[in-house]
């Protein structure tokens, strides 16, 4: 399969979409059309879930009502397979409590002419504070691939961690 050309729409379309159900409690079961049953897997603040059910169970388990989400950059990467590698970065805030930082890697495997979801990666971006002056977070995604007994990074996605202070 060849890389899909329109990669960078898919991915924002994607982004768009994804938190626009989101972030309405409302819309948030609606979120099981985006995963696949047995082929989606999660890592949701280093707790590891796979297929739709797990998935959806995690996220319908947030108490949380109202998100105030802000996106500070959407990059995405066609993959040889068809799909996009995207990863986010932002900052979220729920409910009253402050505003984080937050990164979400997604991988978009193609199903007809459509995607899901395969691999879907958050974390929020909370540091241990220290006296020094900091040195800037980051996110970085790889996607490796194996070659004979090793492995070889197929995809790389760099990214500080800075956002506008507003």
């Known amino acids: 399969m ?4 329109q990669y960078e729409d898919i991915g924002k379309g994607f982004v768009a979409q994804y938190y626009a159900i989101f972030d309405d409690p409302l819309q948030r079961p609606n979120l099981v059309n985006l995963y696949n049953n047995e ?5 949701f603040e280093g ?5 739709a059910a797990k998935i959806m169970e995690k996220l319908q388990s947030l108490t949380f ?7 500070t950059a959407v990059d995405s990467q066609p993959m040889f397979d068809g799909g996009v590698l995207i990863n986010v970065l932002g900052r979220l805030q ?3 409590d402050p505003p ?3 990164s979400q890697v997604f991988s978009l495997k193609p199903l007809g002419n459509s995607f899901f979801c395969q691999h879907d990666i958050f974390r929020l971006n909370i540091h241990d504070s220290c006296d020094e002056d900091p040195p800037h977070a980051f996110s970085q995604v790889f996607s490796l691939k194996p070659l004979g007994n090793s492995f070889f990074c197929q995809h790389d996605i760099f990214r500080l961690n800075i956002h506008d202070s507003a």
């Not at 082929?39 to 890592?43: A, G, P, R, V, W």
């Not at 009502?65 to 996106?71: A, G, H, P, T």
């Open 65 to 71: 009502q109202k998100i105030k989400r802000v996106l």
């Open 39 to 43: 082929q989606s897997f999660m890592t």
């Open 100 to 102: 984080h930082a937050f």
């Open 2 to 5: 060849a890389l899909n050309p």
């Open 47 to 51: 707790q590891q879930l796979q297929g």
């Open 94 to 96: 729920c409910d009253e």
